[in-house]
């Protein structure tokens, strides 16, 4: 499995990172009383979302890794859990977005689902 290129920035920006756990469960309204709340899946899946800085030098860097080592997006790559630095497996769920920080300096907007 690919792992996150070496010469890109390791950690997400803390100014925008958010990690959503998954819900596992669905809530229905009832006629009468409380809603009605059952689990619907037995794995959740966990978004992690934020934003690295990259040097205009470091884009070809991200392209090839998006586009030619996982399929556009589609397979898995392995990188440190923001928060526990645990080993993970993640992939994007949209393409990445870039957009000007100042001079050489472009701040690049990641969105992952994480593999458990």
């Known amino acids: 499995m690919a792992s996150w290129p070496s010469t890109l920035q390791e950690c997400l920006n803390e100014n925008n990172f958010t990690y959503t756990?998954?819900?596992?469960?669905?809530?229905?309204?009832?006629?009468?009383?409380?809603?009605?709340?059952r689990r619907r899946y037995t794995t959740p899946v966990?978004?992690?979302?934020g934003s690295i800085d990259l040097h205009k030098d470091d884009y070809n860097t991200l392209?090839?890794?998006?586009?030619?080592t996982l399929?556009?997006?589609?397979?898995?790559?392995?990188?440190d859990h923001p928060i526990t630095k645990d080993p993970i497996s993640?992939?994007?769920?949209?393409?990445?977005?870039?957009?000007?920080?100042?001079?050489?300096?472009?701040?690049?907007?990641?969105?992952?689902?994480?593999?458990?």
Do not use: A, C, H
């Open 21 to 37: 756990p998954g819900n596992v469960s669905i809530t229905q309204d009832m006629e009468i009383g409380p809603k009605k709340s």
């Open 46 to 49: 966990d978004m992690i979302t």
């Open 63 to 68: 392209y090839n890794f998006y586009y030619s």
């Open 71 to 79: 399929g556009g997006g589609v397979d898995y790559f392995d990188v």
């Open 90 to 116: 993640v992939r994007f769920t949209e393409p990445f977005n870039v957009s000007t920080k100042g001079g050489e300096w472009f701040i690049v907007n990641l969105s992952w689902e994480v593999s458990l």
